[in-house]
């Protein structure tokens, strides 16, 4: 049936990772504040965000800072200066970013979670160009010894800290959906073993892991529904069925709403062979079939640019979409007994991918007549695009 890869297929986000290397400006330090005096249990079963505010990680708030210097509206200014209080996850994309994780987890008071995403598997972002990674497909073992141990350190390190922690967005929803690409074929094996390792590694008490699970114009197509749940639960299998797996991240870095009736593609000519309209329905229909197969599965749902619908042409186009805005801040406040948090990922303000259709890293989805132009690289800060997500955000700052 077509609509089991080709429409799913077009669905696929490619999540834009942070900027490449580490950024040269010093993030600002926001006010000290005490760690727990004991270490940190996050029991299984439980929601890690009761009870705990997500960081506003000094990284995010530094870029929000330069960019609330060049905003002249004195008005436009001061809800920008608000942005940067918000709590978001801090991208680790690359080897030489690992260590901010050090600086995020000596910042993170008692009362609060830092919020990390793992993002840097061989051959990442398969089915797409402007957030391909630095390693090689086939460089797991660098993989293993060069990214992922060093943060399993920094982690052991702080265990007075909660961590969440969103595992390779992209990686296994690809392997579903896009298995007839090469590229895809070629970084396979490198995605479950390097997600198996990851999820092994990072197994600690103080930390609750999320696997990306792409959003329900993705996995949500009935025809894609049971492999995805395959998918990460074979994955989560080989990795010894670790306890500290909390469930599934969704819609990070995307647009999808987290409750719409009727959805924003539900009048679309193939809206039937995907009821997962919003991403609600999306979680309570994945994840019993993901506690089906043994794992755990609670949702944690990123709201970062998601306030405003109806904006994209199709359900795939995933560049930086014109007229969108903030969503909801992070909260427990869901309305969804499978959904622990609403969560910002993806850090707005920073691109999915450049509108440069000279560049090598171009994607031709960043062209679409529904993506802000002009666009920097993928993870670059896009001043112009920023002050939309400001204007457009709901609820408003």
């Known amino acids: 049936m077509k609509y089991s890869l080709s429409l799913a297929a077009l ?3 490619a999540v834009a990772a942070p900027t490449e290397t580490l950024d040269s400006r010093e993030p600002t330090r926001l006010n000290a504040r005490a760690a727990c005096a004991s270490a940190v249990t996050l ?9 705990r505010t997500l960081h506003a990680n000094s990284f995010y708030a530094s870029e929000v800072a330069k960019a609330v210097d060049a905003i002249t ?27 901010l994780a050090k600086t995020i987890l000596s910042e993170t008071p008692c009362g609060e979670i830092a919020g990390l995403v793992i993002y840097d598997l061989p051959g ?5 160009k402007a957030s391909n990674g630095e390693l090689p497909a086939g460089a797991i073992a660098r993989y293993k010894a060069e990214y992922i141990d060093p943060i399993v350190s920094y982690i052991k390190a702080a265990p007075n800290v909660a961590i969440a922690l969103v595992i390779e ?6 392997l579903v959906t896009n298995a007839n690409l090469t590229t895809c074929q070629n970084s396979a094996q490198g995605y479950k073993d390097g997600v198996a390792y990851a999820l092994k590694q990072l197994n600690l008490p103080n930390v609750a892991m999320y696997i990306d699970a792409g959003h329900g114009g993705w996995l949500g197509w009935d025809a894609n529904l049971q492999p995805g749940a395959d998918m990460l639960t074979s994955v989560w299998k080989s990795a010894g069925s670790p306890k500290q797996v909390f469930g599934v991240a969704t819609n ?6 987290f409750s719409k009736s009727p959805g924003e593609f539900s009048s679309a000519s193939d809206a039937k062979y995907n009821k997962c309209q919003d991403e609600k329905t999306y979680v309570e229909t994945f994840c019993p079939l993901i506690t089906k197969n043994g794992m755990a599965c609670h949702a944690i749902v990123d709201t970062g640019r998601n306030a405003v619908q109806g904006l994209r042409a199709a359900w795939g186009d995933w560049c930086n979409v014109i ?4 969503g909801v801040r992070p909260t427990t406040s869901t309305s969804s007994s ?16 450049t509108s440069d259709s000279s560049a090598t890293r171009y994607d031709s989805f960043c062209g679409k007549s529904d993506a802000f132009k002009p666009s920097p690289e993928a993870g670059q800060w896009n001043q112009a695009y920023f002050e939309q997500l400001l204007k457009n955000a709901v609820p408003s700052f």
Not at 43 to 49: D, K, V
Not at 124 to 128: G, K, S, V
Not at 339 to 348: E, I, L, R
């Open 11 to 13: 669905a696929a986000v």
């Open 73 to 99: 509206d004195s008005s436009l200014k001061t809800k920008a200066a608000a942005v940067g209080k918000v709590g978001s996850f801090l991208w680790l994309d690359t080897i030489a970013r690992a260590p």
């Open 338 to 353: 499978l959904t622990d948090a609403f969560v910002w990922v993806k850090p707005g303000g920073e691109s999915d991918g």
């Open 323 to 326: 007229g969108a805005g903030f």
């Open 43 to 51: 029991a299984p079963g439980s929601n890690p965000f009761s009870g």
């Open 252 to 257: 990070v870095a995307g647009w999808n709403a």
């Open 124 to 128: 990442r972002d398969c089915a797409a």
């Open 169 to 174: 967005p992209d990686s296994l929803p690809n």
